[in-house]
């Protein structure tokens, strides 16, 4: 059997390239949707108990940073930015741009990880981390009106404040190690305007990360804020 | 069929099975042929630590007394009967085994979209089943398969993080099979092959496959969540600490539900492909058959807290989720009337395939029935937790999951291996399966109505005949079961070669070599016919193979 | 029925006989169905076995067939439906005038307290014609209180109430089952559930020693201190309670509950919880100083405040309503 000329990266098992690409596409987008009930899971859990223990809710969530948090959220959104401007360079073939920007998103999501330890150390130092340790005073600041709060309803604030914030993180962990790989092999030259798919669908990856941050950050940090 | 025996002088062919002999090229194939026996080796010794535990249970249960263990010891018993039989061979057996196997023959591709996925989901499965194997081995779990809180994440001393765990890498396994399947099905048919020309059995996959993906997740955190809770002491679950231990049993039902779904629509593909097959024609209504999969896997997942009748929900609740069960019976028996009309002036024979089919009409019939009693709220509130619901479930599983999954095999048997099954043996296996399985099962209905609750490792003593009973049956589908083991494995030796298309069965897996080359087909295949093309195909030499 | 192979359970309640004849409609429908295809496929797998010389017809389907056996099948299972959720419907909602029994599940036995105070452990004696309202919860995990011969069954939770009404019919004694699984000994926690005439209840009954459960509630009610500010003579620190039981209150954050047994359960134990409307939260919680049956004696205490206590003047059954509040009414 003759074996045609075709890109490298092409697997024998396609009949194409477009093959391929539509069919590494669609798998990712696949599995960004059980991401998403994956997360779902811990977001029906935190509807469920802040509905029924709004007061400890709203007082754990004064409790936590709204700068550090706003922070987070425009990193998160600048290296989408990037993500994107990223994929733009692969599709144009400029190689050293786009390894620039693949570096700038790994830094970025470095910092989110970064700014998050802080706001883990502040909360261990406040003995809000959940377990033996936990220790909650404050109350549920209501517009001047200081609501004492159950502290075991507030645990459970925390609790889920860890999991989700933590499940997210290691997310974030994850996406940095793959792009670190895709810059790595970005730089060695195994991407160009024919064959890009990994950065689109590690861009893709990044996006819904991202996206769950978006929804994460008002859930946990706004609950009854006021000026 | 009659099957030739292949001359001495004749060199046998390169196919997947011999194209490589190193323990490598197994280990680290991508060839999805491959990475299907490598899941029906393990997904079979998994069922036979499942069914050692059952055999114990039926032992235990000969007398009301507990004499033959201890309390602790049964609890873990039926525990590990559960997780084993659920997680690692219910779920996976007809989508890792016969699906990996047929889905990329079925549509003239040389392979599944992500080989190495495939690899890595048997991997996950491995490792997975490792850790179970472990915490079998060391103690096992005792929470009962569902382990509901908060009994498993403060109350019992038992492994449940590392029982966790494997089921949560197992589920990714799921997962990835899921993903696989869909985007290998919508990307890499062959040429002129519509989905209205797909296999029932594609369809069916399909199907499944949506609900791997969608709900598997949901038990995976599910697992995380009760992890924590059990390691840090959070309470997510414990009242005591603020939580509600009625989410717990949301959450996992969430995903249990549809997962019984994830079992059983591969093998109603499976009865598709046979029924089509041993009538020599097209299944009845295709269209309704094909779409009422598509109906079960998006029902099911509205349906959950029907397991949560008594659980403490409200009225109104309950009311809304009984009758929403009520809409998933009807994609299920339309299959049923198909299949039975589908024999409407059809050309019958009685090749075990169709035995095992009929079979499944009759038994998945009484085990969908008996769903429906449990949708009935005023009913389930006198059977629920009791053995009424274990015979329910084991009819659609055993009576229905695993009927197909072995007709499956016997069908395609000859493609996965070249070789012909004896029909003879094959036949009474299949006659004592079903003897024992009613035997077993039957008198299990009567059990639950007169009021003996499940997981009872002792009960009083007017319910011992009616135990005795199921376990003697329980004897007689052990034996059942063993005998395929054994002559499947004697035919790969002795067995008569089989031809191409012993059956003349319609489907592009049948127009390659029997066992296939590992590329599947030497000319991709441009489709211009419809599915089960029966009046095209000739079937002269139709009769049962003769047993040698 | 055969002692040595039951076929059908007693039936000793008023719902026993409802849900067996639905059980015995549902039977007759499925074995119906089941004969039916039974025969069927038996009739056509003969039928049309395969004779050399006669091809297999090839028919596509029948859109008026797929329409018929879906629709009427449907129709068939709406009257499951409606049936069973009538049947329901009536089991969980326990009429006004039910004699309450308070139940308290824990790993491996069940303790029930009448309110005339007598102590039952694993046995439960009731009477005849009398409807029976369990006011059940648990010490540990989730267990599940399973009568047979009632054809009734609820799960019985720890943290909260769960309720289970019935009405005995037939004198005898009957098994009772824990059906949620809970533990090593969950195939163990049974017990009798002892039905009598009212002639034997009224002589069982009579016998007993101990106070009236609401007695003990009020007893507690003043060593735990609750009467310091929950008092019935001069407004305290919290809410006058004569009376508070199944009416509306208002709480703080402008909702409105019903005081329930599960809502004066929350109060005593996790008062910050809900807060009344007017009062300050300065109530303690008493999680972890008071047992689930010292709980039970204090909601029955509660739900028997209809009339301000004897020897105080009462508040004249008002809603729960602070003086502050009701000066700022005034003011307005």
New interface residues.
């Given amino acids: 059997m003759e074996h045609a000329v075709h890109n490298p990266a092409l697997l024998h098992h396609f009949a194409d390239a477009q093959q391929q690409k539509d069919a590494a596409s669609l798998g990712m987008w696949l599995f960004l949707v059980t991401e998403i009930m994956f997360f779902g899971g811990m977001f029906c859990a935190y509807l469920v108990y802040r509905l029924a223990h709004f007061n400890a809710f709203a007082a754990g969530s004064q409790q936590l940073s709204i700068a550090l948090g706003a922070t987070n959220t425009a990193v998160l959104i600048i290296s989408s930015v990037t993500v994107v401007l990223a994929v733009k360079a692969a599709e144009a073939g400029r190689r050293k741009v786009l390894v620039g920007y693949l570096v700038v998103t790994v830094l970025l999501g470095m910092t989110f990880l970064a700014v998050k330890g802080f706001e883990y150390r502040e909360k261990f130092e406040k003995h809000h981390i959940p377990g033996p340790t936990f220790k909650f005073t404050n109350t549920f600041d209501d517009n001047g009106k200081q609501i004492p709060v159950n502290p075991k309803e507030a645990e459970l604030f925390f609790s889920l404040y860890f999991a989700m914030t933590g499940m997210h993180a290691l997310h974030m962990i994850i996406g940095c190690g793959l792009f670190s790989v895709l810059a790595v092999l970005a730089w060695k030259g195994h991407y160009s305007p024919g064959y890009f798919t990994p950065i689109e669908n590690a861009g893709l990856y990044w996006h819904l990360v991202d996206i769950i941050w978006i929804y994460l950050f008002p859930l946990l940090y706004l609950i009854s804020r006021h000026s | 069929m009659a099957s030739r025996v292949i001359p001495a002088n004749q060199a046998p062919k390169l196919n997947y099975l011999n194209n490589g002999h190193s323990l490598r090229s197994w280990l680290l194939t991508t060839d999805h042929k491959r990475i299907a026996i490598l899941y029906l080796i393990s997904v079979t010794t998994f069922f036979f630590f499942g069914g050692f535990f059952a055999m114990l249970i039926r032992l235990e249960l000969l007398t009301p007394q507990?004499d033959l263990m201890q309390?602790?010891t049964y609890?873990k018993v039926f525990t590990m009967h559960g997780m084993i039989m659920v997680f690692f061979f219910l779920i996976p057996v007809v989508p890792a085994v016969l699906g990996n196997f047929l889905v990329p023959l079925m549509i003239g591709?040389?392979?599944?979209?992500?080989?190495r996925?495939n690899l890595l989901s048997w991997y996950l499965y491995i490792i997975g089943g490792i850790l179970m194997t472990h915490v079998m081995l060391s103690g096992g779990v005792?929470?009962?398969w569902t382990f509901?809180s908060?009994?498993s994440t403060?109350?019992?001393n038992t492994k449940i993080v590392e029982a966790g765990l494997a089921v949560f890498i197992a589920g990714f396994s799921s997962?990835f099979t899921g993903?696989?399947f869909?985007?290998?099905i919508?990307?890499?048919r062959a040429p002129g092959l519509t989905w209205s020309r797909l296999p029932l059995f594609v369809w069916a996959n399909y199907a499944t496959s949506l609900i791997m993906?969608?709900?598997?997740?949901?038990i995976?955190?599910?697992i995380?969540?009760v992890a924590?809770e059990r390691l840090?002491?959070?309470?997510?679950f414990d009242?005591?600490?603020?939580?509600?231990?009625?989410?717990f049993q949301?959450?996992f039902w969430?995903y249990s539900h549809p997962a019984v779904y994830i079992m059983i629509l591969p093998s109603m593909g499976v009865i598709s492909e046979l029924i089509g097959c041993f009538?020599?024609?097209?299944i009845?209504?295709?269209?309704?058959v094909a779409l009422s999969s598509i109906a079960i896997a998006v029902l099911g997942f509205l349906v959950w807290a029907h397991h949560m009748?008594?659980?403490?929900i409200s009225?109104y609740a309950?009311?809304i989720f009984?009758?929403l069960t009520?809409?998933i019976?009807?994609p299920s028996?339309?299959k049923?009337?198909?299949w039975?009309?589908t024999?409407?002036?059809?050309?019958?024979?009685?090749a075990t395939p169709m035995l095992y089919a009929?079979g499944f009409?009759?038994l998945f019939?009484?085990g969908g029935?008996?769903g429906?009693?449990l949708?009935?709220?005023?009913?389930?509130?006198?059977v629920?937790?009791?053995y009424f619901v274990v015979a329910h479930f084991h009819y659609v599983m055993v009576g229905g999951v695993l009927m197909g999954y072995l007709g499956g095999m016997h069908f395609w048997w000859p493609k996965i291996s070249g070789r012909m099954y004896p029909e003879g043996w094959a036949k009474l296996s299949a006659l004592l399966i079903f003897a024992g399985f009613n035997l077993t099962f039957f008198p299990q209905f009567?059990l639950g109505?007169?009021?003996m609750?499940?997981?009872?490792?002792?009960?009083?003593?007017?319910?011992?005949?009616?135990n005795v009973l199921s376990t003697a049956g329980a004897s007689v589908l052990a034996v059942g079961y063993l005998l395929p083991m054994i002559y499947f494995l004697w035919s790969l030796r002795y067995g008569p070669i089989a031809e191409a298309n012993p059956w003349h069965a319609a489907g592009l897996e049948w127009k390659t070599t029997s066992p296939p080359p590992t590329?599947n087909f030497d000319e991709?295949p441009v489709v211009t016919w419809e599915a089960y093309n029966?009046?095209e195909i000739p079937?002269k030499e139709?009769e049962a193979p003769v047993a040698r | 029925m055969s002692k040595f192979l039951p076929l059908w359970p007693d039936q000793a309640s008023t719902s026993a006989g409802q849900v067996d004849a639905l059980y015995i409609y549902l039977l007759l429908v499925a074995g119906v169905m089941t004969a039916l295809i039974f025969f069927a496929v038996t009739v056509l797998a003969i039928k049309y076995r395969r004779v050399p010389g006669r091809e297999a017809q090839q028919i596509e389907g029948s859109t008026i067939l797929e329409i018929g056996w879906s629709i009427i099948p449907f129709f068939v299972m709406l009257t499951f439906f409606i049936w069973g959720a009538v049947i329901y419907f009536k089991e969980r909602t326990p009429p006004a005038d039910s004699t309450e029994i308070y139940v308290v599940a824990k790993q491996w036995m069940w303790k029930f307290e009448h309110m005339e105070g007598q102590r039952e452990i694993n046995e439960l004696h009731v009477r005849t014609g009398q409807n029976i309202k369990l006011i059940m919860t648990s010490q540990d995990v989730i267990h599940s209180f399973f009568v047979p011969a009632f054809r009734l069954k609820q799960d019985v939770l720890p943290g909260r109430y769960t309720t289970l009404w019935f009405k005995a019919t037939v004198p005898g004694h009957y098994h009772l089952f824990c059906a949620q699984y809970c533990g090593t000994m969950h195939s163990g926690m049974g017990g009798d559930i002892v039905v009598m005439t009212p002639q034997d209840y009224a002589q069982w009954i009579a016998g007993g020693t101990s106070p009236p459960l609401q007695e003990t509630g009020k007893q507690l009610f003043s060593t735990l201190g609750c009467a310091t500010c929950h008092r019935f003579d001069v407004q305290g620190r919290g809410p006058d309670l004569t009376g508070v039981y199944n009416k509306p209150v208002l709480l703080e954050d402008g909702r409105t509950v019903i005081a329930d047994e599960n809502y004066v359960r929350e109060s005593i134990l996790n008062p910050t919880a809900k807060i009344v409307n007017g009062f300050k939260p300065v109530m303690p919680t008493f999680q972890g100083l008071v047992s689930e049956e010292q709980l039970n004696a204090l909601v029955a205490y509660v739900k028997s405040l209809a009339q301000p206590p004897p020897g105080t003047a009462g508040l004249q059954n008002q809603p729960a309503i602070s003086p502050a509040q009701t000066q700022k009414m005034q003011v307005q």
């Fill in positions: 507990g309390a602790d609890n591709a040389k392979d599944l979209a992500f080989p996925i005792d929470t009962g509901y908060p009994f403060e109350y019992t997962i993903l696989n869909i985007v290998t919508h990307r890499m993906v969608l709900g598997t997740p949901v995976a955190i599910t995380v969540l924590v840090f002491h959070l309470g997510i009242p005591r600490l603020g939580g509600d231990p009625l989410l949301h959450l969430f009538s020599r024609k097209r009845f209504g295709y269209k309704f009748f008594v659980a403490g009225l309950a009311m009984s009758f009520f809409f019976g009807v028996a339309v049923v009337f198909n039975t009309a024999l409407y002036k059809g050309s019958i024979t009685y009929f009409i009759g019939t009484i029935l008996t429906l009693f949708a009935t709220l005023g009913i389930d509130v006198h629920h937790d009791t009567i109505y007169v009021g609750p499940r997981r009872y490792w002792q009960y009083p003593p007017e319910f011992q005949v009616l590329f991709t029966y009046d079937d139709l």
